[in-house]
T-cell receptor, first 115, second 113 residues
Framework: DAGVIQSPRHEVTEMGQEVTLRCKPI?????LFWYRQTMMRGLELLIYFNNNVPIDDSGMPEDRFSAKMPNASFSTLKIQPSEPRDSAVYFC?????????????FGQGTRLTVV | SQQGEEDPQALSIQEGENATMNCSYKTSINNLQWYRQNSGRGLVHLIL?????REKHSGRLRVTLDTSKKSSSLLITASRAADTASYFCATAYFSGSARQLTFGSGTQLTVLP
């Protein structure tokens, strides 16, 4: 398996534009997590899904952020409209729910810069 | 909000020395995990210790867990320059379909050749 795949790796956009980040989890994994990493706030859990259903979205900063998982192999995180303070590295991770004590596998991240 | 807090925030040692990083957390956990992140890359899982375990080894890594003190430590023995990275602890709690995996603030380790 190629691991968790995120796209794009880098995104530069202007304030006010819509941004869509994409993630393909490891095949067979039924948990998918979206994290945001900044120097100031570290790694923050934004939302996670189990079997394509959002379980906890309490970390989503505001209504400008939305996430979907239309099927087991694809998820998106959308920011509309984007603001400079959204600049961060966004990570997607997946894990298996077959055993409770398992690790998460991270993608390489999407570095978002909003100017 | 971050569950774990790591200490120290930064650590610089000479190659061959041991590196110890500490993690404290606040609430109940099912397991605690350590991850490594190289600059500009994603996190990579290193080791997992369950809440009923006190110590675990994997190669040059040794992890301890004290649930009464809500703390864990990661020891890297005989460090190498290639160990230079950020290290994060993550606390895991699960109940039903809920799976919380919350990361600490990280320790930046620099191993000087």
């Amino acid at each position: 398996d190629a691991g968790v795949i995120q796209s794009p790796r880098h995104e530069v956009t202007e304030m006010g534009q819509e941004v869509t980040l994409r993630c393909k989890p490891i095949s067979g994994h039924d948990y998918l997590f979206w994290y945001r990493q900044t120097m100031m706030r570290g790694l923050e859990l934004l939302i996670y899904f189990n079997n394509n259903v959002p379980i906890d979205d309490s970390g989503m900063p505001e209504d400008r952020f939305s996430a979907k998982m239309p099927n087991a192999s694809f998820s998106t995180l959308k920011i509309q409209p984007s603001e400079p303070r959204d600049s961060a590295v966004y990570f997607c991770a997946s894990s298996s729910g077959q055993a409770v004590n398992t690790e998460a596998f991270f993608g390489q991240g999407t570095r978002l810069t909003v100017v | 909000s971050q569950q774990g807090e790591e200490d120290p925030q930064a650590l610089s040692i000479q190659e061959g020395e041991n590196a110890t990083m500490n993690c404290s957390y606040k609430t109940s956990i099912n397991n605690l995990q350590w991850y490594r992140q190289n600059s500009g890359r994603g996190l990579v899982h290193l080791i997992l210790i369950r809440s009923n375990e006190r110590e675990k080894h994997s190669g040059r890594l040794r992890v301890t867990l004290d649930t009464s003190k809500k703390s864990s430590s990661l020891l890297i023995t005989a460090s190498r320059a290639a160990d230079t990275a950020s290290y994060f602890c993550a606390t895991a709690y699960f109940s039903g379909s809920a799976r919380q995996l919350t990361f600490g603030s990280g320790t930046q380790l620099t191993v000087l050749p």
